[in-house]
């Protein structure tokens, strides 16, 4: 044990809360991309697996700038040794993020910019990839590993908290043949659930949608509140629907519509119009100039608010909506999606590198969720350390997170999940470092720091985890926050 440390982790749990936080966007993106900044060593890597934010302040004064948010080392913190291989690295996990929430779970808010201060333990996502189950334990109806289609997240445990599985996508729809894929959700206490699909699939006939009615999968999907049962009065995660309450609010070709109305170019500069798209991401616009429609339906009343969202085509990385039957976003740090005639999406907009002169990011943007937060987060340049008990030399770990000083913990953890205990605080809420061993103390330097693990001695093996604690010096009650956990295996 190391009391200077124990002292600094105990005088952080009455802190008051940060002032780092500031509204922005929880972003994925469909392939690997750079930051403008290009801080942090692995930090600047995005990674579809990876959820990044991009801040956006009100005068936007460093400009658009996405920074990594819930890096993969910290993802497999939280699943443990998920597949049984005796490690925790697993740089595939969950394929790629499809679909973001920050949730209601257990707050009543009705505004979507700010509406939650979200942390990647709270966050909740639908991967591509179904993780493993080798830390839940025996898969039953209600203890399932997190699969394509469901909208959940990673407990400290290991195990899987649903926001909306699978299972229940499917009776909204009717028990379609197969499984059912979600590529977008947004949801609002009171409003309804909305969601499109990655695949065509084929809807038997229900009340709600016509006779063997083929969903595609630029289509946005509704549920009406009144079809859904949440868990309690003020946990708003969904505990029933009704079967086939699914409706159609906006079909592939008024997709189409709105993206060609809104003016917006891909990659190459060209403006997207009359092309067959895939609905990537989705929140609800609660933006100036929005608006709500009702509209009555054999299934009860349908509420249609303004989206904003993104599709396959808008490569180069930019974000619309539904509002005025189309329109590109203004943000303060200027338009989300780029409309022509201004050129190519150069990435600039939601903060990503432009690599190549005359041409954007290839990537689309693949989840999206607004909220208020801050990142605080760890990577390290080498995530397995496989020496064969002959000792080696240190990697090194980066940070990225905006205080006067980090102070960083060490532990040994068990080969198969790290036990935690949860302080709270503003960003990550998970404490890993139960040893309470003092490793580094330093200033990060424009956001940025990075240290050096342990040299490993001959004969050992075994799990090595950092964490951090951020420290403000100039504030009123020395505020804290805790850092993003990350893992290293030594083999």
């Not at 189409?256 to 989705?282: H, P, Q, W, Y």
């Not at 976003?329 to 338009?335: A, D, L, S």
């Not at 990550?428 to 990060?444: E, R």
Request: net charge negative; proline share 8%; charged share 10%.
């Amino acid at each position: 044990m190391n009391s200077p440390m124990r002292l600094l982790l105990l005088a952080s749990l009455p802190a008051a809360a940060m002032t780092a936080q500031v509204p922005g966007a929880l972003l994925t993106f469909s392939q690997i991309e750079n930051t403008i900044s290009g801080g942090g060593g692995p930090l600047q890597v995005l990674h579809p697996n990876e959820i990044m934010f991009l801040p956006l302040p009100s005068g936007c004064p460093n400009g658009a700038r996405s920074e990594k948010w819930s890096p993969r080392t910290c993802m497999n913190v939280m699943t443990g040794d998920e597949n049984g291989d005796g490690q925790y690295w697993n740089p595939n996990l969950f394929g790629s993020i499809d679909a973001l929430s920050t949730g209601f779970a257990l707050f009543w808010q009705t505004s979507s910019i700010g509406k939650i201060a979200p942390n990647p333990s709270m966050v909740y996502w639908s991967p591509s990839a179904a993780m493993g189950s080798a830390i839940i334990g025996p898969i039953t109806a209600t203890n399932k590993p997190l699969r394509p289609g469901d909208i959940g997240r990673i407990k400290p445990d290991g195990k899987v908290e649903m926001l909306m599985s699978e299972d229940l996508f499917r009776k909204a729809l009717g028990y379609p043949l197969g499984p059912v894929d979600v590529d977008a959700f947004a949801y609002e206490p009171g409003l309804g659930i909305y969601f499109s699909l990655d695949d065509n699939i084929q809807c038997p006939e229900i009340a709600c949608l016509p006779q063997n009615l083929w969903v595609n999968d630029g289509s946005l999907l509704a549920i009406p509140w009144s079809a859904v049962t949440t868990v309690g009065p003020w946990d708003f995660r969904i505990a029933d629907v009704i079967q086939g309450s699914a409706h159609v609010a906006l079909d592939e070709v008024m997709i189409k519509v709105l993206v060609a109305n809104s003016g917006v170019t891909d990659r190459n500069g060209f403006t997207i119009t009359n092309v067959d798209d895939d609905l990537e991401s989705l929140d609800i616009d609660h933006g100036p100039g929005t608006q709500i429609l009702s509209i009555p339906t054999a299934c009860g009343t349908l509420l249609v608010p303004d989206f904003l969202f993104s599709t396959e085509m808008m490569t180069g990385g930019s974000v619309i909506s539904t509002k005025n039957n189309g329109s590109p976003v203004m943000g303060p740090c200027g338009y989300l999606g780029i409309p022509s005639p201004y050129g190519i999406q150069t990435g600039a907009a939601v903060g990503i590198q432009q690599q190549l002169a005359n041409v954007g990011p290839a990537s689309y943007v693949n989840a999206l969720a607004f909220g208020t937060t801050e990142r605080f987060v760890h990577e390290p340049v080498t995530h397995q350390l496989n020496y064969g008990l002959l000792g080696g030399l240190p990697t090194t770990v980066h940070v990225g997170g905006d205080f006067d000083f980090v102070v960083t913990a060490i532990d040994i953890v068990p080969s198969t999940i790290a036990p935690s205990f949860t302080i709270g605080g503003d960003f990550f809420p998970d404490w890993y470092c139960l040893g309470m061993m003092l490793w580094d103390v330093a200033s990060p330097t424009s956001g940025f720091h990075s240290f050096a693990t342990p040299h490993i001695p001959v004969g050992w093996s075994g799990k090595l985890m950092f964490q951090s604690i951020g420290v403000d010096v100039a504030c009123t009650n020395c505020a804290f926050n805790l850092s993003t956990p990350c893992v290293i295996d030594v083999n």
